[in-house]
Every structure is written in structure tokens, then in C-alpha cells.
């Protein structure tokens, strides 16, 4: 064999075992990016949610979908299917930002007729800088650059762990995984001593309470967050539903705020938000952060903040029946009055309250 018909072979053989890489991945995918499994159980996990929701938004069947953090990740679309109509699929991301979540619904509305957005609202996440994300995405799989894919053809935990984790899964499917995706509600123990664990209740008062605005004003960074991560959602698609919601956290949370000298800045922060979004025939807005009943009971709780699924159930029932739906910024004041009186109860107690 000569140097030429050798160095033709190898490149052949390279050129061949390449293509067989890439037509591997595109034919198994594990992460849905070209189409939806049907042979197998996908590995749609909170570990791949990142890797997972591009391929969900882009080729799942849905017209409604639920965005947010893991405030979110317990609900469960049949559930919004049967009680506001529409076919839900969750696109949550874990701990992200108002620029993740635009990201996010970007690739939702550009791939499908979106009627329904329900969409979990921390207001702590409006302190980032509105294009930072706090998960880096993997953008290559949110644009429509089929070339550089190339880091999806040739990534080694793709090559090495998911496309055996599907062979593996041949044949099995599970008709229940829109509700399961991303779930967590039964891996963590709940109650007293999980949503209290390393948090110190003997702070006291220090007078932040005195600290609210009448008039709450959108601080620089929730101000850019709002105008280039969530009106313009808002503005661009009069026809779609949103239904936007904060979520309960639990009442120590706050406490932590209140500790940490940002509980006023939080609240008015809150405030000047859905005051923004209450400008828009869209949008209904709920305000679950003083439902007491939830936010004072621990065994609703893993930590100081993540609740149980029970409550998703239960914030789905209450869009169902608009059950604390707010259209005022004086509603919204009145519970967060609700809420710097359970916090200096806690401060004031330096422990859990027994009236609690």
C-alpha cells in the first residue's frame, strides 16, 4: 500500500467512524433535540434539566407551559390540563434567572402557539443582572445552528452514559413522566428540624422593619431584568394567558432576609414588580407568600423555603378558582404586612413560635 492509499484509507475510516458518532446520537438522542423518544424512556432528570427542556420545548406536543425555578418543579401538568385547560409540559429550570427563564420561553414561543404561561416569580433572582444566568445553558441546543451541534455529536457523558442509559431503556415507557419530570417531592425528609436546619433564630429585632417604601420603586437591576426578560414576553404575545405567581416560602425564609438586612429591599422589590405586571389585560397575578396557614406549618417544609407537592396541588387549585389572585399593589402590601409580622414574631421569640 502506498503513503497516498494509506492516508486515504485512515481519513476514510476517520471520516466513517465520525459519521457514525453523529448518526448515533441524531437516530438514539437522547435528549430529544431532534425528536421526541418513542422507543425508551428518555433520561429527563433535574441533572439534565438544562440538556432536557431544549429538547422538550422543541419537540413535545404542548400549547401551555409552567417556567421557574424548583418552585415549580412539582407540578403537575394533568393536573393544570384538567383545571385551566390546555396541554402543559414543565420547563422549569432549578435555581435560574429571569434571563434563563426568557431563554427558556424564547424557544417555547418559537416553536409553538403558546395559550397558557404559569410562571414562578423569586423575587431574589431580580437581583442578578439581567443577562446573567445562574445555570450557564448549553446554548448551542436553544439556537437553529444545526453546525455547532458538534458539541452535542461528540460529548463524552452523551457518548459514554445516556445513549447506553437508553439502550438499556428499549421498550419501556412511562405515560406518566410529564407529571414525574423534575419532581422531587419524595426524596427529602420534611418538618421542624429540616426547615430550620443551620439557621439561627436569636438575631432579635435591628429595626429593619422601619425600612419600607410607601411607594416601592424597581431597583436598577430588577428594572432591566423586567424590561428585557419579562415584558416584552408579555407585550409580544397579547393572546397568551400568564399567570404568574409567588411562591410560598416558608415564613423562616423571610426571617433570613429580615436577618440578612434585605428583607424591606425584597418586599418592595416584590411589590414594584406586580405592580408592573398588573399593567397587562394578559396577566393575572397571585401572591401566595402570606397564605399563613401554609407558610407557619413546617412539616410543608425540606428546607426554608422548597414546600412539598401538596402545595403545587394546592396553588393549582387556587388558579382554578382565583383564590388569592391579587389586582392591587395594596393587596400586595396588606400581605406582606402578614409577612414582617410573622418575622418579627419569629425575632422577637428568638426560636420557632409556639402559636405558630
Not at 87 to 114: E, S, W
Amino acid at each position: 500500500m502506498t503513503r497516498k492509499q494509506w492516508t486515504c484509507l485512515a481519513l476514510t475510516l476517520l471520516a466513517g467512524a465520525l459519521a457514525l458518532i453523529v448518526g448515533a446520537v441524531v437516530v438514539i438522542d437522547p435528549f430529544e433535540v431532534y425528536h421526541q423518544a418513542t422507543a425508551f424512556i428518555p433520561p429527563i432528570t433535574n441533572g439534565t434539566q438544562i440538556y432536557s427542556n431544549a429538547g422538550i420545548a422543541k419537540n413535545y406536543e404542548y400549547d401551555s407551559v409552567v417556567i421557574g425555578s424548583s418552585m415549580t418543579e412539582n407540578f403537575r401538568p394533568s393536573q393544570l390540563d384538567s383545571l385551566l385547560g390546555g396541554q402543559f409540559v414543565k420547563l422549569c429550570i432549578n435555581a435560574g434567572t429571569p434571563y434563563n427563564h426568557r431563554q427558556m420561553m424564547d424557544l417555547a414561543f418559537g416553536t409553538h402557539d403558546i395559550q397558557r404561561v404559569v410562571y414562578g416569580l423569586d423575587p431574589e433572582a431580580f437581583t442578578y443582572f439581567y443577562t446573567q444566568p445562574k445555570c450557564e445553558m448549553p446554548d448551542y441546543l436553544y439556537d437553529s445552528n444545526l453546525f455547532n451541534d458538534v458539541r452535542y455529536w461528540f460529548n463524552e457523558s452523551v457518548l459514554a452514559r445516556y445513549i447506553p442509559k437508553c439502550l438499556k431503556a428499549l421498550g419501556q415507557h412511562d405515560e406518566g413522566q410529564r407529571d414525574t419530570m423534575y419532581a422531587w417531592g419524595d426524596l427529602y425528609e420534611y418538618g421542624l428540624d429540616a426547615m430550620l436546619a443551620g439557621i439561627d433564630l436569636t438575631v432579635g429585632r435591628t429595626g429593619q422593619q422601619d425600612a419600607r417604601n410607601d411607594t416601592p420603586v424597581l431597583a436598577q437591576a430588577s428594572l432591566l431584568n423586567m424590561e428585557h426578560n419579562v415584558l416584552p414576553l408579555i407585550e409580544a404575545h397579547p393572546e397568551t394567558d400568564f399567570i404568574f405567581f409567588l411562591p410560598p416560602y416558608s415564613a423562616v425564609r423571610w426571617f433570613q432576609f429580615y436577618a440578612g438586612g434585605t428583607l424591606a429591599y425584597h418586599l418592595n422589590q416584590k411589590e414594584a414588580i406586580i405592580d408592573a405586571l398588573l399593567a397587562y389585560d394578559n396577566v393575572s397575578v397571585y401572591d401566595f407568600q402570606a397564605v399563613t396557614d401554609w407558610i407557619t406549618n413546617p412539616d410543608n417544609y425540606i428546607d426554608s423555603s422548597h414546600y412539598g407537592p401538596w402545595i403545587n396541588d394546592a396553588m393549582a387549585e387556587a388558579f382554578a378558582r382565583g383564590e388569592y389572585r391579587v389586582t392591587s399593589v395594596a393587596e400586595v402590601q396588606a400581605n406582606d404586612a402578614e409577612i414582617e409580622r410573622l418575622v418579627l414574631a419569629i425575632a422577637d421569640a428568638g426560636c420557632w413560635p409556639d402559636e405558630f
